[in-house]
Each structure stands twice: as structure tokens, then as C-alpha cells.
């Protein structure tokens, strides 16, 4: 008998240091509200760059309103592909929208989310110029999209996390479509890193021999002042595809 009550008393003394645990677990991950920064990442310097309810920040490229078909809703920054004429272009204005502010030495975090067979970009380093037609021309672009569907997915250089047309996101960790991706982007001078659902997937440096060479065999031949900046607007690419964005977050270096 006396070891029954032993065992028994073994047993629920580890019951309860394993229910200890897991609350203890528990109460360390505490659920964050969307589009908000914790009080750590206050006093770490962190701002919002997207507040889950408006555009407020962000507007077109080249002017100071913001297309239409960008919108907000449930605490999403989207772009609104639905309404599209007959011959299957979209009705409404979209294009290229940037921060307001210009960032240098900064890391961002943002979550992303691609519609099937979609395309679009976070463009970073975005010079202003009115000879200039689209940010891309002036910044790199970290490309968004569905390796699985979009036929500029059979490049390697042109999957999700790579710096568009020049660098591989090596390894590979984007989630399959409709489900959300966290990227964090880091740029501190010439350096520059994509990071993709927790990996570093990309790590190179602006204006070395290397870039330098990998322009001449890139989509940027032809745009002299592609790359050459180090301050600039942050930008979210119109692709024509839909894309979802939330918990976009900004700290300087």
C-alpha cells in the first residue's frame, strides 16, 4: 500500500511541474494585437509604418495621393485586384506606393501574403526623380511571389526573398499561398540582408565587385541609377496580383 501512495504521489507531483511549465511557456508568448509595437519594442526604438487602419504614410510614386485600389481592411494593407474589364485588365488606380519618409540604416519587419500565381516586390532605397517612371528603376527589390505558380519563378534569382535578378534566396522558406510570410530587411550602409520566416537568405553588399558585376547581366542594365543610393522611400510594388500586407515595423540602426 505504502508504495501505491509513493508512485501515486510521483506521479501528480510531476503532473504538476509539467502544468507549471506549460503555463509558464504560455504566459512568456503572450498574443501581440496586430499592428502594434510591445512595450520592449518601444524601448528598443521601433515605429509603425502601417497603422491597420489607413494608408496614412504610404502614397503613389511620383505624387502625394495614393491609388484606389490600395485598401485596408481587418488590419491588412491590400492591393484589390477584383474589379477588372472584359479584356481582364483592372479598373481603377493602383501603381507603386512608398513611405512618405526616406529611411537609411534601418531594419524592417513586415508580413506578407501573395495570391495564387501572384507577383510584387518591397522595393527599398527608392529615389525620387520625375525622369524616373517606377521606383525599381532607382531601388533593389526584394521579390514577393508564388514560386510554385508564377512563371518568373523558373529564374532563381527571381523567387521569393531574392534580391530581384541578381541575388538567390538561399535556402528557400516561403510558405505556400495564403499563408502569411515574415520578412525582415536590413540595410546598414552598403550591407544589405533579406531575411525570410526566420533564415537569412541573402547577404551582399552594394557597390562591391561582385554587384557590380551582376548589374550588366541584369534587368538594370539599362538604369544607371539603379542601386547607387543609400537613403531613400520604402516601396510595395502594384504587380497587377493581389498581395496582402500586415505588422509592417521599422527600427534605425
Not at 501603381?95 to 501573395?114: F, L, P, Q, S, V
Not at 512563371?151 to 541578381?166: I, Q, T, V
Amino acid at each position: 500500500m505504502l508504495n501505491r501512495f509513493l508512485s501515486l504521489c510521483v506521479i501528480l507531483a510531476a503532473f504538476a511541474v509539467s502544468t507549471a511549465f506549460v503555463l509558464k511557456k504560455e504566459k512568456a508568448t503572450p498574443v501581440v494585437a496586430l499592428n502594434t509595437l510591445t512595450a520592449e519594442e518601444k524601448a528598443a526604438g521601433w515605429i509603425l509604418l502601417f497603422d491597420g487602419k489607413t494608408t496614412k504614410g504610404w502614397r503613389n510614386y511620383n505624387k502625394q495621393t495614393i491609388g484606389e485600389r490600395w485598401k485596408v481592411a481587418d488590419g491588412v494593407l491590400y492591393l484589390d485586384v477584383s474589379n477588372k474589364n472584359a479584356d481582364g485588365f483592372q479598373v481603377g488606380g493602383g501603381g507603386d506606393i512608398i513611405t512618405e519618409a526616406e529611411y537609411e540604416n534601418y531594419e524592417m519587419r513586415i508580413e506578407w501574403k501573395i495570391a495564387k500565381c501572384g507577383n510584387s516586390g518591397i522595393i527599398y532605397h527608392i529615389h525620387e526623380d520625375a525622369s524616373i517612371r517606377y521606383p525599381w528603376q532607382t531601388g533593389p527589390e526584394l521579390q514577393l511571389i508564388d514560386n510554385d505558380c508564377h512563371p518568373d519563378a523558373k529564374f532563381e534569382n527571381r523567387r521569393a526573398c531574392s534580391l530581384y535578378d541578381m541575388y538567390v534566396a538561399t535556402p528557400q522558406t516561403a510558405k505556400p499561398v495564403g499563408e502569411w510570410n515574415k520578412v525582415r530587411l536590413v540595410c546598414k550602409g552598403d550591407l544589405v540582408e533579406h531575411w525570410l520566416n526566420g533564415k537569412k537568405v541573402v547577404s551582399t553588399t552594394m557597390g562591391s565587385a561582385e554587384w557590380n558585376a551582376l548589374i550588366p547581366k541584369s534587368k538594370w542594365k539599362d538604369h544607371p541609377k539603379f542601386g547607387t543610393f543609400r537613403k531613400g522611400h520604402i516601396g510595395l510594388q502594384d504587380h497587377g496580383d493581389g498581395i496582402s500586407f500586415r505588422n509592417i515595423k521599422l527600427r534605425k540602426l
